[in-house]
């Protein structure tokens, strides 16, 4: 499959495969033949149950994985200054305090002193964190971790975030918080978020688009669009038909 | 910021206080048994000094040392055929190199600093590359993709990553360290605390034996007080998420 490159997308994966080797040598395709497009600006959701290959999916995109085949590309003229990322676990640096956390990406591309100073607080007041700003990670809740860890994605204005599960390790209130915070924050800031999950209705509520992953080997099983008016109303007919409809696409 | 924060362990006013009632302990007790006993004074702390000096050299470059070969190490394709082979050296008994370093640079302090070395080094390299190995891949590959690579991932991650284990690894070491140096300066390196309480034993002087022992561990008490405790609990915290 191929598909054009123009300024409409943000990011195209093409006939991506991941060839995994343990150690005792046995081979998993963790990824097979993956190939899709994101529209810039767009949400897009990669959703399939756990072991299906989509964290891997997300760290190839973000170019910490080399794929065993296959390019990701993005479109001349548009290569993403920043691509940025949100972690289930928060990997949060835990010697630093969350001021120096969200700066941390500014530090390391030597962002000009007082810019660093001006994102950096500006981050922080936007997630919600201030007051927070000299405590340690080991020091807030789980909801406080993420949105440090949000605030960091974006102080770098990246232009295309990647979110791992990023509510997974939250209890239900609080992911749903987070959830509409990030939605509002999305539609904003015309940014491309690429989304990995588990989650049916967190998929539904987010996306533009989504991509449903099948295990063993990693495959698309099929891109559907989500064409619900946004905010999205969890109760609705259309949601649940949605959901319903989805779930037959999602195998185990 | 981050680095004034990390000297308020030792500016809390309680660990002034313990501070300076534990730092004269070992001076005062010194300074009387020495009295009582007739000895002069400052060859007591000529002995501990000479002891002490040989520890913390070897300490010191030992941590250098430990360092540089995790940086080597960490992460690198022969990483799993260099730790079997540093394991091997591990086991090697430091004392075994004692007498051939005694020939090369004289039974002084060069040959005590290299054996110490020999000594210290391996729980304070092993500590800190475990804490690296950390079961952590997440932080590894969120400093990377906010841009952290080559020296400055050395700085802002690599190293603050092993630091919880070099400190673990340094009381460690040091208790090994003290414990050898002891050991070598009762066989002949001179002068030392060792060599002090040796004499002490061999003249059949037990109570300058005794309290030369007490004294010995008065001071090794203070310095884990005052410096490796507090260090200790901070790390722990700083490496928890």
């Known amino acids: ?252 | 910021m981050s680095h004034s924060h990390s000297l308020k362990i030792y500016r809390r006013r309680w660990h002034l206080v313990v501070t300076f009632a534990v730092i004269f302990l070992p001076f005062l007790f010194i300074f009387g048994f020495t009295k009582y006993a007739g000895i002069q004074t400052s060859t007591v702390f000529i002995d501990l000094g000479a002891s002490l000096l040989r520890v913390f050299s070897a300490y010191a470059a030992s941590v250098f040392l430990a360092m540089i070969l995790v940086l080597l190490i960490n992460g690198r394709r022969f990483e799993n055929f260099f730790l079997p082979v540093l394991d091997v050296l591990q086991s090697f008994p430091a004392f075994a190199l004692l007498p051939i370093l005694t020939v090369w640079f004289g039974p002084g302090n060069l040959a005590a600093i290299f054996f110490l070395i020999a000594t210290m080094l391996w729980p304070i390299l092993f500590s800190a590359l475990s804490s690296i190995r950390m079961e952590r891949k997440d932080l590894e590959e969120a400093a990377v993709i906010f841009g952290a690579r080559g020296t400055k991932k050395l700085i802002s991650f690599t190293l603050p990553m092993a630091l919880p284990g070099l400190v673990m690894g340094s009381i460690v070491g040091l208790g090994e360290g003290w414990e050898a140096i002891v050991g070598a300066e009762i066989i002949g390196v001179t002068p030392g605390i060792g060599n002090f309480l040796n004499t002490a034993a061999v003249k059949g002087e037990y109570q300058i034996l005794a309290f030369g022992i007490i004294a010995l561990l008065l001071f090794l008490f203070t310095l884990n007080k005052l410096i490796w405790l507090p260090l200790l609990k901070r790390s722990h915290d700083y490496s928890h998420e």
């Open chain 1, 1 to 252: 499959m191929t598909t054009p490159m123009n300024d409409e997308f943000a990011i195209v994966a093409s006939g991506l495969d991941h060839v995994f080797i343990a150690d005792d040598g046995k081979k998993t395709d963790a990824v097979k033949d993956v190939s899709f497009s994101v529209r810039r600006g767009e949400f897009f959701t990669i959703l399939g149950p756990s072991g299906c290959g989509k964290s891997t999916l997300l760290r190839i995109l973000a170019g910490m994985i080399e794929p065993t085949k296959g390019s990701v590309k993005f479109p001349a003229g548009h290569e993403p200054q920043n691509i940025s990322m949100v972690f289930q676990s928060f990997a949060l640096f835990p010697w630093l305090t969350v001021y120096k956390n969200v700066e941390f990406g500014l530090t390391m591309r030597e962002v000009p002193k007082h810019d660093q100073k001006r994102l950096t607080e500006e981050h922080i007041k936007e997630m919600g964190l201030e007051g927070f700003e000299q405590s340690y990670p080991k020091d807030l809740s789980g909801g406080m971790k993420q949105r440090v860890g949000i605030a960091r994605a974006l102080a770098i204005s990246p232009n295309i975030l990647l979110m791992d599960e990023p509510f997974s390790a939250l209890d239900a209130f609080t992911a749903e918080n987070l959830r509409k915070d990030m939605l509002s924050l999305w539609l904003r800031d015309t940014i491309t978020i690429i989304m990995v999950t588990h989650l049916i209705d967190e998929a539904i509520e987010m996306s533009d688009r989504v991509l449903i992953m099948t295990p063993r080997p990693g495959k698309v099983e099929i891109v559907l669009p989500v064409q619900l008016d946004r905010p999205r109303n969890k109760r609705s007919k259309e949601f649940f038909e949605l959901a319903d409809s989805i779930a037959r696409y999602v195998k185990i």
